[in-house]
């Protein structure tokens, strides 16, 4: 994403036409130098922010010492001290100098007379000065040629001019002329930006990074490629569960939306603070350099590559280092959106404390949005309270980033009025996010009429999970026709959650073919719950392999029920095992027992019986019956009943009973037989009858069987 560049940055790149006033001292030919470098006259400052020139540095005596000179008539002390006189602002006092040095052949003093007229606004006698110089040799003046041909439209001419101006090394010629083949999308303007940035011009070295940076990206993305409704609030599973958490860290959609991704630097170590950069012993930068040491990795180097598209080849890693060499050149250079992205980069990477230092220099410069990325990153490392001050900061010169995020940190905190008064901060600064997270904060309140107003507001403005948020609730109201529509809308945005909903909307009508077109969608984008449901689907149409491959997907994303279907199909392909041989190891646990494991663990019920069942078969009954018994706490009567078994064969009958009698309160069968057998057992004949009645009805029909006989049995004996 492109940034906007600022008033400044916009009057430097040429883009507009402005005056030349405001680039007067780059605009006059330096002819000062010659008494303290002994150099040719004609050369100009290199770049257009600098004010360390040894121009500035002239003694009264030394002046007074040129003035003597050029009254007795020498041209280059007149060229000289009209020079000085023009920085100064005198130009009264500068034209009669710079005129007769002119007169006499001298080439700066005609170059630096333009600069004066043009302050004047002779416009048109200024460039005939300048047309003068610029032949005669002088790059300053062929730079000002050709600006002042771009300002009025003939682009031709103001390439011929800036190009002579380039190639004679001057930097704002270079410069120029890159902002001209720019902006017609000319691929000859990165060099000249390199021309330019190598010789010391911080704009050049800027936008020289960013076009490397934009290179780098396209060559990463080069390398890519029935559920419960999602999308009313922070969601927590699969897809939702990711981009909740990218809202929440600010990277996308909603909540604070996060600072975009980009970098600089100049050659040098990494670790080489610029002029103005922090020192170590910042509080904030000891808080990251914690986090760093204590983890090795902090999480928002983790979640910037779990959440990069596609990984970075060769060149492109390439092509990002160089672009972060730039923006390290033009950020030690006091450039502080270079320093910016420079962070970027290094948080991208994992170093925080170097991205820190560049964030702590920009927002100090007043970059709003360098104080909103700090402040996520000192969020990240567990200074809540730090953050908070910098998205103050950020938030108070019009971030709605660092507003956004100043809601979502009063709302987390039970703090309703202060959260909304942020969100509505975060909507006047122009962020539609506010808008969206304003209906959040409703929904969670149960106000949902003020919910639909926000959603709306968000969704017309091209919010795609807030249209998806307001499809939800129109569902949820009843209203599935008024419904279908936002949830196209949000899925044609890339809503991966609308996708998957609109799965569900076809499921319930029966449209099975259009739902799985929707879930396969949503499946591709990542979405677990919607992999889960496409490999459902590959399983009942016979596609075994398709099935496991999207289990696959969705058990590694976290689905417990994946999981124990996938493990399900690796258990059917498994053959029957033998009886142990004597001395035989006891065989390790297979890929389908460790899926069933995770399912599990993550309290599926029917993957712990099974588990159960499978450290039974191994012979571990503590870990069979660890399981059984969880699983039965939970309400399994499968897990209850085998519980029961390995309860009886330790001679436990009464809690086995107690167990047996649980399952077969919840239809088991077998529970509700056996729970009739240890009543015969202990003579309690009108008790069995009744288990066995209910075995009968439960069955199933061998255990009905079976229960019938026993029933007719115990009648005999009570009739008898």
Not at 339 to 347: P, V, Y
Not at 364 to 374: I, N, P, S
Not at 391 to 419: F, K, M, S, V
Request: overall charge negative; aromatic content about 6%.
């Amino acid at each position: 994403m492109e940034f906007m560049g600022d008033r400044a940055t916009l009057l430097e790149t040429g883009r507009f036409g402005q005056p030349h006033a405001g680039d007067v001292a780059d605009a006059i030919d330096v002819a000062v130098r010659v008494d303290h470098m002994g150099k040719d006259r004609n050369v100009t400052s290199h770049d257009n922010t600098d004010d360390n020139s040894a121009d500035t540095v002239e003694t009264a005596g030394a002046e007074a010492r040129h003035r003597s000179a050029a009254d007795a008539g020498d041209t280059a002390a007149m060229s000289v001290l009209g020079a000085l006189l023009l920085r100064r602002g005198d130009l009264d006092g500068a034209e009669p100098y710079l005129r007769g040095a002119t007169a006499d052949g001298d080439r700066a003093a005609a170059n630096n007379l333009g600069v004066l007229l043009h302050q004047r606004g002779y416009a048109d006698e200024a460039a005939g000065w300048w047309r003068i110089a610029a032949v005669a040799g002088s790059a300053a003046a062929a730079h000002a040629l050709g600006r002042h041909f771009r300002e009025r439209g003939d682009e031709p001419a103001a390439e011929y001019w800036l190009r002579q101006s380039a190639e004679q090394g001057h930097a704002l010629g270079a410069y120029a002329l890159a902002d001209l083949l720019e902006h017609r999308s000319d691929v000859g303007a990165e060099r000249w930006l390199r021309t330019a940035a190598e010789q010391g011009h911080r704009e050049a070295a800027y936008r020289l990074a960013r076009a490397l940076e934009r290179r780098a990206a396209e060559e990463c993305r080069k390398t890519d490629g029935v559920g419960r409704l999602v999308g009313t609030g922070p969601v927590e599973t699969g897809a939702a569960r990711d981009a909740v958490r990218r809202a929440r860290r600010g990277e996308d959609g909603a909540r604070p939306v996060g600072v975009p991704k980009g970098g600089a630097g100049r050659p040098g170590r990494r670790d080489e603070p610029g002029p103005g950069a922090v020192g170590p012993t910042d509080p904030a930068l000891r808080v990251l350099t914690n986090a760093e040491t204590a983890s090795g990795e902090h999480p928002a180097g983790r979640r910037a590559r779990d959440g990069a598209q596609g990984l970075p080849t060769d060149q492109g890693s390439a092509l990002l280092d160089e672009a972060a060499q730039w923006y390290r050149q033009a950020a030690a250079r006091g450039h502080r959106r270079a320093a910016l992205h420079l962070g970027a980069i290094l948080e991208r990477r994992g170093q925080l404390k170097e991205a820190g230092r560049w964030y702590l220099t920009a927002a100090k410069d007043g970059e709003a949005r360098a104080a909103c990325a700090l402040a996520f990153l000192l969020r990240d490392a567990g200074d809540e309270e730090s953050a908070a001050v910098w998205w103050l900061r950020a938030a108070q010169e019009g971030d709605g980033n660092a507003a956004n995020a100043l809601g979502a940190l009063h709302a987390a905190r039970g703090e309703a009025q202060t959260a909304e008064r942020w969100y509505r901060a975060a909507m006047d600064a122009g962020d539609v996010n506010g808008a969206y997270n304003l209906g959040l904060l409703c929904a969670a309140q149960d106000r949902t009429a003020q919910a639909e107003q926000w959603y709306r507001r968000a969704a017309y403005a091209g919010h795609r999970e807030a249209a998806n948020a307001l499809a939800v609730l129109l569902l949820q109201a009843g209203d599935p026709v008024g419904a279908e529509p936002w949830f196209s809308k949000a899925a044609e945005a890339g809503s991966v959650d609308a996708a998957f909903n609109l799965g569900i909307l076809h499921a319930g009508r029966d449209d099975d073919r259009t739902a799985l077109t929707w879930y396969e969608r949503a499946a591709a984008a990542g979405h677990t719950e919607a992999a889960l449901q496409v490999g459902i689907a590959l399983l009942r149409d016979g596609d075994e392999q398709g099935a496991e491959r999207h289990l696959r997907c969705a058990a590694g994303g976290g689905s417990a029920e994946a999981a124990f279907r996938l493990a399900s199909v690796l258990d059917a392909r498994r053959p029957p095992p033998g009886p142990p041989a004597l001395g035989e190891p006891v065989a390790e646990k297979s890929e389908c027992e460790e899926w069933y494991e995770r399912a599990a663990e993550q309290g599926h019920r029917r993957a712990q019986v099974r588990v159960g069942m499978l450290a039974a078969a191994r012979g571990d009954m503590a870990d069979a019956a660890r399981w059984y018994r969880e699983a039965a706490e939970a309400g399994s009567r499968s897990g209850a009943f085998n519980l029961g078994l390995l309860l009886a064969r330790e001679g436990s009958e009464r809690e086995a009973s107690l167990w047996w009698t649980r399952a077969a309160r919840a239809g088991h069968g077998r529970a509700a037989l056996r729970l009739a057998l240890l009543a015969a057992r202990r003579g309690e004949l009108a008790e069995g009858q009744r288990w066995c009645a209910r075995a009968v009805e439960l069955g199933p029909a061998e255990v009905a069987e079976r229960a019938a006989r026993l029933r007719e049995a115990l009648l005999q004996e009570l009739t008898a």
